[in-house]
């Protein structure tokens, strides 16, 4: 959305920008303009995008310096807009894993969800009066958390212990926190940084599928699934 704010300053002779002039700000300037209900959707976005900009340096001067420094030679960069405008916060000790060159993408963002404990695990549920009774989907006998999940319940222990054998890591623990430290603590390979990931993701399908689906698959399997997706990801790569 920020392109099209630049292209109104910037590129002023291009269709687009004419048409706008004429048509939408009829000889105002886009930092007076302001998003009405009788205006489209994108433009709105457009405006929204424009105030973002004022919000973050301050006034109009200052957003024109700052597009203008992102714009070598005239030519709008994406990449040096996302980093000027994004929030920047330390990186956390766990990126590296979650992260890693051989991870699927989906795995990432399930394992940033584990990370940040914001998964929609059942105690999480019960506490917002979603459900009623809390038990754990993949044991069927206690009651389900983070922690219970990953990897105190047996059938995740069993998923953790043939993972970590295949992928040539001791984990003498089943606590969460130990086993995320055990496997920070290794020099980890691109397999075994999208094996941890894919483990993760893959029990956390297999509680959504037998809830959802009532499909389900044995450890064994399941280790099976992991494997072979890391290994034709890795072979792809």
Known sequence: MTKWVWKLLFKPQCLWSRWVQNYVLKGRDIWSATATISQSWYWNNVVRMKDLLLDLTGNAGQALLMLESCSPQLKYSTAMYYNALRTRHDTVTWAPLVHGKGCHPKHSFTGVLLMHNTLPTTDQLVSRGIVMVNRCSLCKFQVEDLHHNFFSCGYSTKVLSIIANWLVINVGFTELQEV????????????????????????????????????CTTPEMLCFKIRSHVNLRLFSS
């Open 180 to 215: 995320i430290q055990t496997f920070l603590s290794l020099r980890l390979s691109r397999k075994q940084q999208a094996g941890f990931m894919a483990m993760v993701y893959y029990i956390w399908k297999e509680r959504n599928d037998r809830i959802f689906k009532g499909i």
